[in-house]
């Protein structure tokens, strides 16, 4: 019942940036969002967190180059990516966390292409 609309995804050099964005609609609360990324072969790690209270998660390697922030009243939240890096290639998934009269649910996004180039 979630559907995550994502946008923001493309192919940049080192050192440029893009700014990922997700809107979810549906029932439910949401009461985290993030993004996580995975490259072929290896597992979804998380990228970026924010809770509903404000809290924020990073992963050590995206430190001080990704900012994660959140829009409440639109449902969405945006990961501004700043000094992009060929390592950072990776298709990117909007994930969200709601709760409902059913119970938690973890929705993902489609995932959106970001690559690197070398």
């Known amino acids: 019942q979630v559907q995550l609309v994502e946008s923001g995804g493309g192919l940049v050099q080192p050192g440029g940036s893009l700014t990922l964005s997700c809107t979810a609609s549906g029932s439910g609360r949401i009461f985290s969002m993030g993004w996580y990324r995975q490259a072929p072969g290896k597992q979804r790690d998380l990228v970026a967190s924010?809770?509903?209270?404000?809290?924020?998660d990073y992963a050590d390697s995206v430190k001080g180059r990704f900012t994660i922030s959140g829009d409440n009243a639109k449902n969405a939240v945006y990961l501004l990516m700043n000094s992009l890096k060929p390592e950072d290639t990776a298709i990117y998934y909007c994930?969200?966390?709601?709760?409902?009269?059913?119970?938690?649910?973890?929705?993902w996004g489609r995932g959106t292409q970001v690559t690197v180039t070398s």
């Open positions: 994930n969200v966390k709601t709760s409902s009269w059913s119970g938690v649910r973890e929705s």
């Open positions: 924010i809770t509903d209270g404000g809290s924020t």
